[in-house]
């Protein structure tokens, strides 16, 4: 299970602002939602929120760290779809935020390597 302190804390957040969205039911709604949530939910999820925070070093780290831990196909997925949203950036934003060009295909590369026999 992919579950570190703060990243649960996020995904409760997350969860909570849902349930609250989504029903006026209070705490066992919220709760229901994030037990719901799949890994590939969770990772999608806190993906979106690091890109979307400018934090793609970071986000990168989490990639890495979860697909060492689960070689499953959706993960590969998720990963190419992380690096092509990082590739919609333009160069400075990219460059403002720690991250240059070439570091998305070589992370890319190096991602893939992770799911070769």
């Avoid at 689960?70 to 590969?76: A, C, D, G, I, T």
Wanted: proline letters at 0%; charged letters at 40%.
């Amino acid at each position: 299970m992919f579950r570190n302190d703060w990243i649960l804390d996020m995904v409760e957040s997350f969860g909570k602002n849902l349930g609250k969205a989504i029903t006026d039911e209070k705490d066992d709604s919220e709760r229901n939602v994030i037990e719901n949530l799949s890994d590939k939910d969770i990772l999608l999820i806190i993906l979106k929120k690091m890109i979307s925070d400018k934090k793609y070093n970071e986000a990168e780290n989490i990639l890495f760290d979860f697909a060492k831990r689960n070689k499953e196909n959706y993960v590969l997925e998720i990963g190419e779809w992380f690096y092509n949203e990082l590739s919609l950036k333009d160069d400075d934003e990219l460059m403002e935020n720690n991250f240059l060009r070439y570091e998305i295909e070589q992370g890319l590369g190096d991602f893939k390597k992770i799911f070769e026999l």
